[in-house]
């Protein structure tokens, strides 16, 4: 038994759902009666049929409307890897930090294509962070208590699965000085991300290697995964740069959240109108069951 979920970013009518059951049944599925997660917002069609054939029909077809499309089995996740920037939090740290530098233009533009694939993620690490010598470390703190906030629904979607049990860890290829605040903000378990060198109070230019990429974010997963003993099939992952489609695929869920190009075609599922609570819906967890501060 298959489940195509269907999340509205604001709200969910009767003839977005009757389309929906309609494009289902036109692949050759049976679709069984809607089970409410939330009214008008978000709501489950279990179905018997071709996962990909209920995918391509729905994805996109419905408008403000994410869709998941999974089996049944495992649904609610043990284990979540999740990116930082522009994932958990709306920016790119190494880019407002640019901006304390006067360079986020030239920064940006590296970074963009970087996250869609265009470049080796290590090397324009390597050359943004050089671009950062001299500058003082107290811009690390000030850009981080000015520019970096929560992306709506992070500390939803972290404290609810810790809640029921899940374990939860912060993955970034940006820098432990945002990524530990962060995580401790939202309630990670566990932060990894890069270590950028400072020396008599101004940042060097370089990182500490390893560097954190997408090797590192895909053998996380696999690695907590096997030390907690949790099946990959109970494992999520999400984010929305080049550098975390290894761990996307490699996850039972991999979602792609309002992500690069590359990444969305790729992913198995992928968020585009909603926001990070979409991930709960996903796990077949409703409104009243969130831990919400």
Not at 42 to 60: K, N, Q, S, T, Y
Request: proline share 3%; aromatic share 4%; charged share 20%.
């Amino acid at each position: 038994m298959f489940i195509a979920t269907l999340i509205a970013s604001d709200h969910l009518n009767t003839g977005q759902l009757s389309e929906a059951r309609d494009r289902m049944a036109a692949t050759g599925a049976v679709v069984e009666q809607p089970i409410w997660l939330d009214e008008a917002i978000a709501v489950d069609l279990p179905f018997a049929g071709d996962v990909g054939a209920v995918r391509a029909a729905l994805e996109g077809a419905l408008a403000g409307v994410d869709v998941v499309v999974q089996a049944a089995a495992d649904r609610e996740k043990r284990l979540l890897i999740a990116d930082m920037d522009s994932t958990m939090i709306p920016v790119e740290c190494i880019d407002e930090l640019a901006d304390y530098a006067g360079i986020k233009p030239q920064i940006a533009e590296v970074t963009e294509r970087a996250m869609r694939g265009e470049l080796d993620f290590a090397a324009a690490l390597d050359a943004r962070v050089a671009l950062l010598k001299g500058l003082a470390e107290g811009a690390i703190d000030q850009c981080l208590a000015e520019r970096v906030t929560l992306m709506p629904g992070a500390a939803a979607l972290i404290r609810t699965m810790r809640a029921r049990g899940a374990y939860t860890v912060l993955v970034s290829g940006g820098f432990t000085r945002f990524a530990e605040p962060v995580a401790a903000q939202i309630g990670f378990d566990r932060a990894i991300a890069n270590q950028l060198l400072i020396e008599d109070g101004a940042l060097t230019g370089a990182v500490a290697k390893p560097i954190v990429d997408s090797a590192t974010k895909e053998a996380t997963l696999r690695a907590v995964a096997g030390e907690r003993g949790i099946p990959l099939s109970q494992t999520l992952a999400v984010g929305d740069g080049a550098n975390d489609l290894p761990m996307i695929r490699a996850a039972g869920l991999g979602v792609a959240y309002h992500a690069k190009p590359v990444v969305a075609a790729a992913a198995a599922a992928r968020v585009e109108h909603g926001d990070l609570t979409a991930l709960l819906y996903a796990q077949g967890i409703s409104r009243r069951d969130w831990i919400i501060d």
